[in-house]
């Protein structure tokens, strides 16, 4: 175990077979938080996240397997199958009810966490969420695994975002670096075939959000190239949406301030009632 300052620890967490690289911050009286990151994704997505939202409770956070520095994928990566190794991780660090921050394909993964764990979720936070709506931008999701260059990544990431001068060379050269890891591409590969086979979405979660078990609300960038914001239409009036102008797919990191308020906020009701 790696203790990185006071209030922050990163390690391997063995589940079996398998190591989940985590990276816990902060304590409080609240109920600890645990985020999930989307596609091609790692922990290091959620640096400012975490410490911001790590004031008042625990924050964890974690690469799914085949994502920064976990174990390779021991299996097929369906949803399912990654809201199983979330549950695990949670159970693993003794934590017995969490709320669950997820996005993008992270967003699709919390929701299959509250259909089969619902004893686990406290509630969701969904950004930018997979699971309800068919389109994916297939443009984005192959240029993004198969980039080799600086340049290629970077065009690929301009679809992320509204703004493309927000992806940087350094963040470029950084996913190009964790795409050469060997078997990185590969697994990113295999996931896309079984989360997005045939150009589409494999998941319809709408079911999940009818009669939740617990407090869900959602934020989407209005701009959004990768997964439309039109997919948040019809979503129960239960189920609070916040659309955010002027951003795209990563609205925790092009709209960090207003992102991190409201998922506070959120919290903070939900641990009133």
Aim: proline fraction near 5%; charge should be positive.
């Amino acid at each position: 175990m790696i203790k990185q300052d006071v209030q922050t620890e990163t390690f391997l967490l063995r589940l079996g077979g398998q190591a989940v690289h985590v990276r816990q911050m902060g304590a409080g009286a609240g109920l600890p938080l645990v985020l999930v990151h989307g596609f091609g994704g790692s922990l290091t997505n959620w640096q400012l996240t975490q410490h911001v939202l790590a004031t008042s409770r625990r924050v964890i956070a974690f690469d799914l397997p085949g994502h920064g520095k976990s174990s390779a994928l021991a299996t097929t990566p369906t949803l399912a199958h990654f809201a199983d190794v979330a549950s695990r991780v949670l159970a693993g660090l003794g934590v017995g009810k969490a709320h669950i921050l997820g996005h993008s394909l992270g967003g699709g993964i919390a929701m299959s966490m509250l259909k089969t764990y619902p004893q686990q979720v406290a509630s969701l936070s969904l950004l930018a969420p997979a699971g309800l709506g068919r389109d994916v931008n297939m443009a984005f999701i192959t240029g993004f695994i198969e980039a080799n260059t600086v340049a290629d990544m970077s065009a690929a990431m301009a679809m992320a975002v509204y703004n493309p001068k927000l992806i940087g060379r350094k963040v470029a050269e950084f996913l190009v670096e964790a795409r050469a890891v060997p078997g990185a591409r590969e697994a990113l590969r295999t996931v896309a075939q079984t989360c997005f086979p045939h150009g589409e979405q494999a998941n319809n979660l709408r079911p999940v959000l009818q009669s939740p078990s617990c407090p869900v609300h959602i934020i989407w960038g209005q701009e959004d190239r990768v997964l439309p914001v039109t997919q948040a239409q019809g979503v129960p009036a239960h189920v609070p949406c916040r659309f955010l102008q002027g951003t795209g797919h990563l609205p925790h990191i092009e709209q960090a301030d207003v992102v991190h308020a409201a998922v506070k906020d959120f919290l903070r009701v939900c641990e009133k009632t």
